[in-house]
């Protein structure tokens, strides 16, 4: 029985014979419209041989891994020291001092505007004082040759407070031989210390004959800031009647008025009391020397 030829053996150190070639892929890549690789079409990572006996493990590299572009790179060791001198560093220091410099600069333009606007309302007393007893300090002595009976015992009060200081004082005035008082006089002066009294002190003042009818209102020159002289005259020559007059003065946030009123009746012994005008200098004469007495 004969068998079939058999082939002739391969040397065992020959090259081997080269097979079939490959089969291409039946379905090619599809393209997509999503901008990362899909995991279809991502290439598998790169494998590490295994290690040898004497082969050290490695460490993959820094850097994002194929097919995720979100992962951020590796950091191996510590984390890098900023720099302390020169460069940005520098920089970092000047930016430092100028935030100190500019909350140092504020803080001194708040305190100016602090202490500029206290010195700005502090009260303007120009030197005057409120005496605990005005008529001592007073001088009315203008009248004392019409009244030349003088009150032993005038009323005096004072009040002493923050915000303000006053005193007063009242007298009675009487001519020679009369039994009771023929005219009166009060005197205020008021320290403002809190409130500038101008603009209500303006107000009444000036517009005075406004609200009080039958009363005449004139600005007096040369006597504080501002001064107004109010009068009224009832006794159209007759015994009965009233006689009025009013200085009030404005200095600074001081203030001070003397006020003179005599009042006829057919029981008075006085039947010709001095004419307003009379009355309007003296009160003017009197008011100027008082205030020159009141300033320490």
Known sequence: MSTPPQQPAQPADGPPQPGPPA????????PTAYPYPGPQSAPPPPQSPPPGPFQPLTMPAAGPQPGNPYAQPAQ????PVPPTAGGSGAAGRAVLWAVVGAVVASAAWAAGVFLIGATANAADLRGYAAPSDLC?????GSFKDEYTASDSTPTHSSLKDRALEESYCSASLKKSGSSYADAYLSLQVD???????????????????????GYDVDAVEDIGDEAYLVTQDTTTGTSS??????????????TYTMTYSAYLSS?????NPPKIDE??????TDTRNTLDRLKD
């Open 241 to 254: 009647g009233s006689r009025y007059a009013t200085l009030a003065v404005r200095d600074g946030w001081v």
């Open 267 to 271: 029981y008075d012994s006085d039947k």
């Open 76 to 79: 191996w060791g510590p984390p």
């Open 23 to 30: 089969q291409p892929p039946s379905v090619p890549p599809q």
């Open 191 to 213: 320290l403002h210390k809190k409130t500038d009294p101008a603009p209500e002190f303006t107000a009444t003042w000036k517009n005075y004959g406004r609200s009080h009818t």
């Open 136 to 140: 001592s300090r007073a001088d009315y």
């Open 279 to 284: 009355i309007s200098d003296w009160l003017k």
